[in-house]
């Protein structure tokens, strides 16, 4: 059993795979949520961005493909590891998926063990991505210590400024805009102006940048809001 409580959302059409499947990814320690189709599943999405995704193509208000094909394209749920259930069993509709993005193709009627085997291995595989060392210029982010070096000097980073570096620098080359950054690092309750974006960055171009000045790697997209370069 999981000890990390992933999360996962389901979109399944099928009422009665949508519920087994619920009942027993909770069994094995799982944080489940659940959408009959594409409409639901966006709204699920957009109040957080889960760890998998187990995604049904033929739904009741449009293509599950479709679906995919917006979520890779969102620079905020772009992430998101996404595991295709589907009765379409031909090779070209595999290929089609697979190259959309999804990241693995179950078909039906799929057996229950192979199935939580390969949610595993797909959570696995983002755990090993999650904890990687991430460098840009003479920035090195070691996720797992919660550590950050410049020059091999160690930064001393709030809470907060760590979450924001590491989100933006997991997303390289991404814009965010204030918004989707307090979404993803302060959380649906937090309940402050965007503004306070600003001053985090701010505060991070101070540490990061050899002249905060003139950033060359915590940067301004007028209009948009900001990116991390390498």
């Known amino acids: 059993m999981t000890e990390t409580k992933e999360r996962i959302v389901i979109v399944e059409d099928d009422a009665s795979i949508r519920e087994g499947l ?9 944080s489940v949520r ?3 189709g594409s409409a639901e599943a966006l709204t699920l999405l957009e109040e957080g961005a889960p760890d998998l995704l187990l995604l049904d193509l033929m739904l009741p208000d449009g293509s599950g493909l479709d679906l995919l094909r917006r979520i890779r394209q969102d ?3 772009c992430e998101i590891h996404v595991l295709i259930l589907s009765a379409l069993g031909l090779e070209s509709d595999k290929v089609r998926g697979l190259r959309l993005g999804a990241d693995d193709y179950v078909t039906k009627p799929f057996g229950l063990a192979e199935l939580l085997a390969r949610i595993d291995a797909s959570l696995r ?6 904890q990687a060392v991430i460098r840009f210029g003479e920035v090195t982010i070691d996720p797992v210590r919660r550590e950050v070096t410049r020059g091999g000097e160690t930064l001393k980073l709030t809470p907060r400024e760590h979450d924001l570096l590491l989100h933006l620098a997991r997303h390289m080359d991404r814009v965010f805009s204030r918004e989707q950054l307090l979404q993803r690092v302060w959380g649906d309750e937090y309940e ?14 101070a540490k990061l940048e050899p002249d905060p000045s003139t950033p060359r790697h915590l940067l301004t997209v007028h209009g ?7």
Not at 22 to 30: D, I, K, Q, S, T
Not at 125 to 130: A, D, L, T
Not at 192 to 205: E, Q
């Open 22 to 30: 619920e009942l027993n990814l909770r069994l094995e320690g799982y």
């Open 192 to 205: 402050g102006t965007a503004r306070t974006v600003d001053n985090f960055v701010r505060s991070l171009r």
């Open 125 to 130: 595989r983002r755990r090993v991505m999650q």
């Open 34 to 36: 659940c959408a009959a």
């Open 75 to 77: 620079p905020v749920l």
């Open 224 to 230: 948009l809001g900001y990116k991390l370069t390498s």
